[in-house]
Every structure is written in C-alpha cells, then in structure tokens.
C-alpha cells in the first residue's frame, strides 16, 4: 500500500504532532510520503524525524497541482490522504485527475478556521467548505467532530474517527519535581499541592477560568499552589488579572516550557480550561505520567474523560465547579493516585501511537476496499432496513442495533440505509445513513439503485397496533419487489392479523417475499394459517441475542446518578400501557410489595420506551407500600443490558426486556400483552403468567417464589439455550450477505 499526506506546512501544535507522529509511525507499515506545500519548521521536523518529505512550493495554485499530479503518476500512490484547506482543495483535483479514492482528517472546525482573518475566511475557508463535500472519506480526530459532520449532512458511513496518540512506551525521564521548581526559583512546601496547566495564553484557551477557580481554592487551601507553563498574547493581561485576584502569592507563570514532561511531572492535578479543542495532547502528556486531571467538556475530551470515573470534567467557564474538583483532588490524595492510574490505562489502551496507528491502518484498507467494490457495484446501497426505527424504543433501537453490526461483522465495508422518523438521531447513532420513512419520492429514487430490502426485525406484520401501520411495511415491501430489489423479511415476528382484508393484503405481499427468518415458532405456525409458502421460511433468533452489555463500572456510574445503590440486590420488573390497565398496576404494585418483605429486594423498574412506559410506572410506584427504583433517563442499547443485568430475575411485559434478560441467563416470568411475549416464552421454556387482563396476584407470587427456589437452575439452563439463540441470531445476517454477494440472474 502506498499512500501519499498532502498537508499545507505551517500547522502547529495538535494537528502538527498529530501528522508527523501518525506517518512516522505509518512509515514502519506502509510506504507513506508527506507534501508540504510550504517550507519552514513543519517539513524540518518531519525530516529530522525520518518522515519522506518533500516540499512542493512552484508559484501558484495550478503549478503545485502539476506537480502533485506528477508526484502520484510516477510513483503510483494508492490513496491520497489530505490535511487542512489547501491540501484538501489540491486533493480533490488529484481525485479528479486520477480517480485515485481521498480521505481527509478533520483536525478542528473547518467554518471556524479563519474567523481572524477575513480575507482568508472568504477564500481559503469558502473553497475549503466546497472542496470537503467532493472529498470520498473522512476522519474525525474525536467523536464530536464526527457529530459535528454528522449533523452537517456528511454521510456517517464515510466517517472514521482516530483518536490522537502518543508513545506509552517511550522513556521520558523527566526533570525530578525538586530540580524543577529550583530552575524557576519557586520555593514551595514539600507538602503543598501543585495544579499546572499547559496551555498557549490565549483567549481559546479560558485561563481566566483557571485564575478564578484558583481565587475560590485559596480561601479554603492557601497553600495551593498553581503553575501556567506557556506564553502568548494574553500574558500580561492575565498576569493583571492574577494580581487583581489576589493570587499573587499562589499562582506563577512560567513562560514556554520546552520539554513538557518535565512540566508534568512536577504537578499533582493537570487541567484543561479551554472554550473550543479537538484533542489536545497536554491531557495525553499528563496521562502517561499517571497525573490526575481535570478538563473542561469541550472536543474530544470526554471519549477519554468519564467524569468522576478518570478525572473530571466540567462546563466551559464554570470556575466554582472547577475549583470544587480541584479541592476534592486535593484533599484526597488517594483518590489522585486512582484517578491518574484509570486515567493512564485507558489512554494507553486507546490512545496510544500503537493504537492510532492501527486504526489508521484498517481505515485505509477499508477504504480502499469499498473503493474497489463501489467501482465494480451498479448499486448505491446493499442493503436499506425498514422497521420501527426513531422512536425512542429501545427493543427497537436493539433490533437495530445488532441487525447493523451482525451484518458488518461479516461485511464491515457495506453500505446501508434506513428508514426512520429521526434520521439525524439514527444516523449519528448506528453510523448508517438514514433518511425520512415517509419521503416516498427519495426512498422509490434509492430503491432503483440498492440491492436487498430488510424489513427489520420486530412485529411488523400484524394489525394489533393499526392497520395504518401493517399496510405501511407491507407497502415498503411491495415497493422494494416493484424496483427489483431483494426483499427479507429478517428475524420478524408475524401477527395477530384480526382483520380478513388484511389477512388477503398480507398473503399477497408476503408470498412475494425472497426469504423470511422468523425469530420463533409461533410466527411460522401464522404463516402456515395465512398459507404463505412461495419464500423461503426459517426459524432462526432475535437479532438482539447478540449484543453485550456496557461495563459493569459504567453500569455502577449511572445507577449511582438515579441515586441507586449498585451493591442492592434487585428484580427487574418491565410494564407498558396496555388496554385496562389499573388493574394489573394494582397486582404489580402489590407484588412488587410482596418481593420487598419476602425477600428483601428491591424492585427495580425498567423502561424500555421513554417517556410512555415512565407514567405507568409512576402510577405502579406511588401504590406501593415499599420503596422502590426507575431508571429516568434513556439508557442506551449497551447500558440497558447491562442495568437488567443487575437483576436476579426478571418480570416483564416488554419483549425485549426479557430477551435481554434471558441473553444474560437471568430467570424471566413473562406478562403476555401480545402473542410474541407468549411465543417468545415458550421458545427459551420460561414461565408465563398470562395475559396482563387477567393477572392474579396470588399466581404471580406462586411464580415468583418457584422461579426465585429455582433461579440457579434456571440461570443454567437459560445460558445453555442462549448459546444457542445467539448462532441463530447470526443465522439472519448470514443469510442476508449471501443475498447482497449473490449476482443478479
């Protein structure tokens, strides 16, 4: 593989070492060269450090083009990997010239990048803007600028993010922290505690932020101590201010500081007051010597940062919730050493060179895979996927969720489109494209250019909720087959269909169907009553049965903020409106009670739809007798498996709740509104308390009590089975490559 940097020449800071330290490292994989388009300390750096650089500065615009254009001909580069205005609007000649597939890294706010400089803010920054939406692919250097591109319309399936790295490896032998204060003539207590920031003194930067926290700690500590290392134009106004705010005493600025460790090593909590970053590499710096750190929420920061996990994190410009972490750091030295141990593991783990590197890597060989593939495809998508999608359902956003991933799993360079009510929201989340489920005219446009339609998984086929809904997906199929595409209908569960018509209605679609995967036995017994034999039919799993849970540390951080003590033991009860429902509230309610004094657990509810299943559970709660916990706030897919799997047992309506559960070997009663949560019982041999309009408290607690004798028992025979379910689950998206890599009679 060869691939050619294109970057201006007169970058600095983040973005500087960013480039140079990726295609060093690049260099001892791939044959990469660097263009800078200017001469000076950039390209003299990358040649001390080894880098192939070569300068190409001819005149004009035209000329550099030329002379690029040669440079990729004769030594024949497979890629072209652009940096910043000028090299992104070369690059997109060279794409054009040469076909040759380009990705750019965005390195900060691209509308944001000249706002000092009118001129250039028309010109460069204006051509720049242009020049981005004709550029194949693109890599974020944190997840908020992949947002950032996200919600300016940039398709989310030709966005990679790399984080920035450095050398967790390298030895940095800093200056003891002792030799460190006697060069600057700072005469401290051997106890005093030492905040540092390392920053350029601009307005960018909120110093003024950092001198007012430092305002606030004094009074409580007035021998701590602050360190600025750095200059630039805000240095005498900020020296003005320190002494206004009586910190004269407390706060000493150092100038530039030219080796950085030896700055960091003399600190005790590392901080961050920035208004605007990508990611700076102070925060990395600090991390590799295990420093305690707190940052303000901007950029990237926060993938490395879990606030009160790591470090802290705090608004921009919010000096009192600054200078509180800064007085809980210094008070417990323990907890410093904790926080800079986590801090330093996870940046190692995921923000190392090492690890840039590698991503970087597999980046370019999926691009240059899906460049290959794009060239011989007359489609635009493979696959688009249809269901219930956009609103707020997190048994849906699960189905979603794991049919994306299982089918990249097998494919990870394929090219998908969904249909939701909230494309942003899809988009931004499962790294898809999305557009409107009603924009008939653009779905029937793309149609013509994809391969294979899925109808997601899900109970879509069935008139229970409405008939609007039912001819809607059956409506989404008849087109798919009208355009030529391959329909699935994928790990669905079909009915009730009440109605005749549209028992005839579903037949006649249906039976146009490639093949169906039906996620139980009870959806293929409705199929053989609708006599819809022509598609090829298989009983396989939900989609869902695949995803695993977030980290039990995330888990305990988001409990402990709905004020729920992660150490309880709970059950999990899961409930939805549905028909007369005061009756069963009140047989919940008192179950619910029943738990508590029997056994001494707390009931733990849990939402699956927000906000409609919450004002049920309210209602549940304030019949109680006894305390118990909801979960207010939406959780993701990933962190609702891992709150149910907090539980010893779960009591649940939702389908999905007690499909996560089962994954995870919990014991599940189930409480049957629709004939899947029956099906779906009767698939992993799980107790049924029947149908929610005829609850009987005295049964429900039979069950209860049976389940909780027996829940060892049952937790094994429930991960025997799961195992299972989990193959079959993978069962649909192997089915569905096969369909998209099959060629056209």
């Known amino acids: 593989m060869k691939v050619l940097h294109l970057i201006g020449g007169g970058d600095v800071g983040g973005a500087k070492s960013h480039v140079l330290s990726l295609v060093r490292e690049l260099g001892e994989h791939i044959n990469v060269k660097l263009i800078s388009f200017r001469t000076g300390a950039f390209a003299d750096d990358a040649r001390a450090m080894g880098i192939n650089v070569e300068i190409v500065k001819t005149g004009t615009i035209f000329s550099d083009v030329r002379k690029v254009l040669s440079i990729v001909r004769e030594e024949g580069y497979d890629l072209i990997h652009s940096h910043g205005a000028k090299a992104n609007m070369i690059a997109l000649f060279v794409k054009k010239f040469t076909g040759l597939p380009v990705v750019t890294t965005i390195h900060s706010d691209y509308r944001l990048d000249y706002l000092q400089n009118v001129f250039k803010m028309f010109s460069f920054g204006v051509i720049n803007t242009l020049s981005l939406r004709f550029l194949d692919f693109y890599i974020a250097v944190s997840k908020n600028f992949k947002t950032m591109l996200i919600e300016r319309k940039f398709s989310p399936?030709?966005?990679?993010?790399?984080?920035?790295?450095?050398?967790?490896?390298?030895?940095?032998?800093?200056?003891?922290?002792?030799?460190?204060?006697?060069?600057?003539?700072?005469?401290?207590?051997?106890?005093?505690?030492?905040?540092?920031?390392?920053?350029?003194?601009?307005?960018?930067?909120?110093?003024?932020?950092?001198?007012?926290?430092?305002?606030?700690?004094?009074?409580?500590?007035?021998?701590?101590?602050?360190?600025?290392?750095?200059?630039?134009?805000?240095?005498?106004?900020?020296?003005?201010?320190?002494?206004?705010?009586?910190?004269?005493?407390?706060?000493?600025?150092?100038?530039?500081?030219?080796?950085?460790?030896?700055?960091?090593?003399?600190?005790?909590?590392?901080?961050?007051?920035?208004?605007?970053?990508?990611?700076?590499?102070?925060?990395?710096?600090?991390?590799?010597?295990?420093?305690?750190?707190?940052?303000?929420?901007?950029?990237?920061?926060?993938?490395?940062?879990?606030?009160?996990?790591?470090?802290?994190?705090?608004?921009?410009?919010?000096?009192?919730?600054?200078?509180?972490?800064?007085?809980?750091?210094?008070?417990?030295?323990?907890?410093?050493?904790?926080?800079?141990?986590?801090?330093?593991?996870?940046?190692?783990?995921?923000?190392?060179?090492?690890?840039?590197?590698?991503?970087?890597?597999?980046?370019?060989?999926?691009?240059?895979?899906?460049?290959?593939?794009?060239?011989?495809?007359k489609y635009r998508y493979d696959a688009i996927i249809s269901g219930y999608y956009g609103f707020k359902n997190i048994g849906d956003d699960a189905m979603l969720m794991a049919i994306i991933d299982n089918l990249r799993m097998y494919r990870k360079d394929l090219r998908i489109l969904v249909l939701s009510k909230n494309p942003l929201e899809t988009g931004l989340v499962y790294n898809v494209d999305s557009i409107n489920r009603f924009n008939l005219l653009k779905i029937l446009h793309i149609m013509k250019n994809s391969k294979l339609f899925i109808n997601g998984g899900g109970s879509l086929i069935q008139d229970n909720t409405s008939t609007r809904s039912l001819v809607y997906y059956l409506g989404m199929i008849w087109l798919a087959k009208k355009m030529g595409m391959k329909v699935m209908i994928y790990a669905n569960g079909i009915g009730p269909l009440n109605k005749e018509k549209n028992r005839r209605l579903t037949k006649k679609?249906?039976?146009?169907?490639?093949?169906?995967?039906?996620?139980?036995?009870?959806?293929?017994?409705?199929?053989?009553?609708?006599?819809?034999?022509?598609?090829?039919?298989?009983?396989?799993?939900?989609?869902?049965?695949?995803?695993?849970?977030?980290?039990?540390?995330?888990?305990?951080?988001?409990?402990?903020?709905?004020?729920?003590?992660?150490?309880?033991?709970?059950?999990?009860?899961?409930?939805?409106?549905?028909?007369?429902?005061?009756?069963?509230?009140?047989?919940?309610?008192?179950?619910?009670?029943?738990?508590?004094?029997?056994?001494?657990?707390?009931?733990?509810?849990?939402?699956?739809?927000?906000?409609?299943?919450?004002?049920?559970?309210?209602?549940?709660?304030?019949?109680?007798?006894?305390?118990?916990?909801?979960?207010?706030?939406?959780?993701?897919?990933?962190?609702?498996?891992?709150?149910?799997?907090?539980?010893?047992?779960?009591?649940?309506?939702r389908l999905h709740a007690l499909i996560f559960a089962a994954s995870l070997g919990i014991p599940v009663i189930g409480m049957v509104y629709e004939p899947k949560v029956e099906g779906f019982m009767q698939y992993v041999k799980q107790v049924s308390a029947?149908?929610?309009?005829?609850?009987?408290?005295?049964?429900?607690?039979?069950?209860?009590?049976?389940?909780?004798?027996?829940?060892?028992?049952?937790?094994?025979?429930?991960?025997?089975?799961?195992?299972?379910?989990?193959?079959?689950?993978?069962?649909?998206?192997?089915?569905?490559?096969?369909?998209?890599?099959?060629?056209?009679?």
């Open 690 to 745: 029947g149908h929610v309009s005829s609850l009987e408290l005295e049964h429900m607690k039979r069950l209860v009590d049976e389940t909780w004798e027996n829940r060892e028992s049952i937790k094994k025979d429930l991960e025997t089975t799961t195992v299972l379910l989990k193959d079959k689950a993978l069962e649909n998206a192997k089915i569905a490559i096969e369909m998209i890599d099959e060629k056209p009679l």
């Open 509 to 653: 679609v249906v039976n146009q169907v490639d093949v169906i995967t039906l996620r139980e036995e009870l959806s293929c017994e409705e199929l053989r009553n609708l006599n819809i034999q022509k598609p090829n039919i298989k009983v396989t799993a939900d989609p869902a049965f695949t995803i695993m849970p977030e980290k039990n540390e995330r888990i305990n951080q988001l409990l402990i903020s709905e004020g729920i003590d992660p150490n309880e033991q709970f059950i999990g009860i899961s409930v939805r409106r549905w028909g007369e429902h005061e009756k069963y509230e009140n047989v919940i309610a008192a179950l619910a009670d029943y738990i508590v004094e029997k056994y001494g657990v707390k009931p733990l509810f849990i939402a699956m739809h927000y906000p409609g299943d919450l004002a049920i559970i309210q209602n549940i709660m304030s019949k109680m007798k006894h305390k118990s916990f909801v979960i207010s706030h939406k959780p993701t897919v990933s962190e609702m498996l891992g709150i149910i799997g907090k539980t010893q047992m779960l009591i649940g309506m």
């Open 157 to 377: 399936q030709n966005i990679f993010t790399v984080y920035n790295g450095i050398n967790f490896n390298q030895e940095v032998n800093p200056l003891p922290k002792e030799d460190f204060l006697k060069e600057y003539n700072l005469n401290f207590g051997k106890n005093d505690v030492i905040i540092g920031i390392l920053a350029r003194l601009d307005p960018v930067k909120g110093l003024d932020t950092f001198l007012k926290a430092a305002s606030v700690v004094i009074k409580t500590v007035p021998s701590a101590r602050f360190l600025i290392a750095g200059d630039g134009p805000e240095r005498k106004s900020l020296e003005k201010k320190a002494v206004s705010y009586g910190l004269q005493d407390n706060v000493f600025f150092l100038g530039f500081v030219n080796k950085p460790y030896d700055f960091l090593n003399c600190i005790d909590i590392n901080t961050l007051t920035s208004l605007s970053e990508s990611f700076p590499y102070a925060i990395l710096e600090g991390s590799l010597l295990k420093k305690a750190t707190i940052s303000s929420d901007v950029g990237g920061i926060s993938d490395l940062i879990e606030s009160g996990i790591n470090g802290f994190l705090f608004k921009p410009e919010d000096y009192k919730t600054l200078a509180g972490h800064i007085l809980t750091l210094i008070n417990d030295p323990s907890l410093r050493s904790k926080m800079g141990e986590k801090l330093h593991e996870k940046a190692s783990t995921y923000f190392s060179l090492d690890n840039m590197c590698k991503t970087q890597l597999e980046i370019y060989e999926t691009i240059l895979l899906r460049n290959f593939r794009n060239s011989r495809s």
